[in-house]
């Protein structure tokens, strides 16, 4: 049976067999290994040179993460080295890309398991010529083998860190500096490096207070276009060495902006060409911050997503964004308020003549409540709220003067993994009525 099985599937074309081995492309990770699809390479030798040489499915890019478990022994640590080796010889004119995820602790790596695998970064450091999109999490024992990179990366686009350097006067800062294609940058809690940071397109900095270290670094990065900063800081900011610090950074070819905490941040920066900007802090008490940031910056944001945002500077923030066409608001309490605000139905006397706000909203995604114990992810009144909001935006419902765009899409995303709700069926059966696209995911 075995023969003929092998015989049928040596007679398939080879583009046959590429197409269905796309299927099943992925990256090896070394640490469930056992899920990599070995088993495209066992049905015979022509399989197996097809397989060994699709570098793109299957070859280009490879993880090892033990940041939460530990090597089970000597003979474990031996095998991933010799899968590592393999990898890497498997087409040695295309690039390569590969996280390298290990605890953060000087102490976890004197363990003998994860002391071990530190043989697997310096196979990975003698093909640095070859780097493309690299991750690297681990302790600052590793740096000396890093050390030797420097000057070593023509290929690298993409560089991700996130080393607590204990001993910074024994490691270089600019083993990373010489590397020319360099375009995006990930940093986490250390941001003393030496980059071509006027290269850089897309800058994420995580664990990042609002102090020098991290402003010199914005200040440098003129030409990004992407710039996330992740568990910022709101602490005051830290002087150091005498440098004064930024009064303004300007960021002008900045489009896409997500900030998370940290609102002193906008105090100092501005992006005149700003399209996308993400929120998600207590803006309450930090609104005066973006209202500047917005009003220095002179954007025209289109799209805005807001996330734990206090229901009293939500409308603010719409007055200060009229040109928005996307918008998404996540953990939000007291949801119907905010569904008020974005209702387009004629106010009666008594209103004053309220404004309309987010007149140009085309398409809007809405999250349930995550802490939310119910079959229905929203409750009754919220369902019945956004019922009229998409009524009132789709004029079946009086107008005023004021004009204000159709909606066009309507996204819902409820807790859990969970099969769409049948709650939402008369949600959805409206928005099919009217010509909303709607969409419901977890």
């Known amino acids: 049976m075995e023969k003929i099985v092998s015989s049928a599937a040596q007679n398939l074309p080879d583009d046959i067999i590429r197409e269905i081995f796309g299927y099943f492309s992925t990256s090896l990770r070394l640490h469930v290994s056992k899920e990599f699809p070995w ?65 953060k602790d000087d102490w976890a790596h004197g363990q003998q398991g994860i002391a071990g695998l530190r ?29 030797r990179v420097k000057d070593r990366l023509p290929s690298l686009r993409s560089l991700g860190l996130r080393i607590p350097v204990n001993h910074p006067s024994n490691i ?50 003129l030409n990004v276009e992407k710039l996330t900063i992740q568990h910022a800081s709101v602490n005051p900011p830290v002087m150091g060495s005498g440098t004064p610090m930024p009064q303004t950074i300007r960021l002008p070819h900045l489009k896409w902006f997500s900030l998370q905490g940290g609102a002193q941040f906008l105090t100092v920066l501005e992006a005149p060409k700003l399209d996308e900007l993400k929120l998600e802090f207590h803006i309450h008490r930090d609104l005066a911050s973006v209202t500047s940031f917005l009003s220095r910056s002179s954007c025209t944001i289109q799209r805005l997503t807001l996330k734990s945002i206090a229901q009293s500077a939500f409308a603010e923030i719409l007055r200060r ?55 229905s992810p929203f409750s009754p009144p919220e369902l019945d709220r956004l019922m009229k909001l998409v009524k009132s935006r ?17 996204t819902v995303i409820f807790p859990f993994a969970q099969a769409k709700p049948h709650s939402l069926g008369e949600l959805e059966t409206l928005c099919g009525d009217v010509g909303v696209s709607f969409r419901a995911l977890p």
Not at 55 to 84: G, K, V, Y
Not at 127 to 147: F, G, N
Not at 191 to 220: C, M, P, Y
């Open 172 to 221: 270089s800062p600019g083993m990373f500096e010489n590397a020319p294609s360099l375009q995006q940058v990930m940093l986490v809690g250390h941001f003393n490096w030496k980059l071509n940071w006027s290269s850089l397109t897309s800058l994420e900095l995580g664990q990042a207070h609002f102090e020098l270290d991290v402003l010199i670094v914005l200040s440098r990065a």
């Open 394 to 410: 789709n004029r079946l419902e009086g107008r005023t003067d004021g004009h204000v765009e159709r909606l066009e899409t309507l």
């Open 39 to 103: 088993f495209l390479g066992h049905v015979c030798s022509a399989w197996r040179t097809i397989f060994l040489t699709m570098t793109t499915e299957f070859w280009q890019s490879i993880s090892l993460d033990f940041r939460n478990q530990r090597p089970a022994d000597a003979r474990h640590i031996n095998c991933i080295l010799e899968m590592m080796r393999f990898f890497v010889t498997r087409n040695q004119e295309e690039t390569i890309s590969f996280k390298y995820l290990l605890p």
């Open 119 to 147: 043989r697997v970064l310096e196979v990975l450091v003698e093909e640095s010529m070859r780097w493309e999109s690299v991750s690297i999490e681990t302790a600052s024992l590793d740096l000396p083998t890093l050390q």
């Open 321 to 375: 964004t009229p040109k928005i066409e996307y918008l998404e608001l996540r953990r939000q309490s007291d949801l119907i308020r905010y569904l008020e605000a974005l209702d387009a139905s004629p106010r009666d006397s008594s209103s004053g003549g309220e404004e309309r706000l987010a007149r140009h909203l085309k398409s809007f995604t809405v999250a349930a409540s995550a802490y939310r114990i119910s079959s």
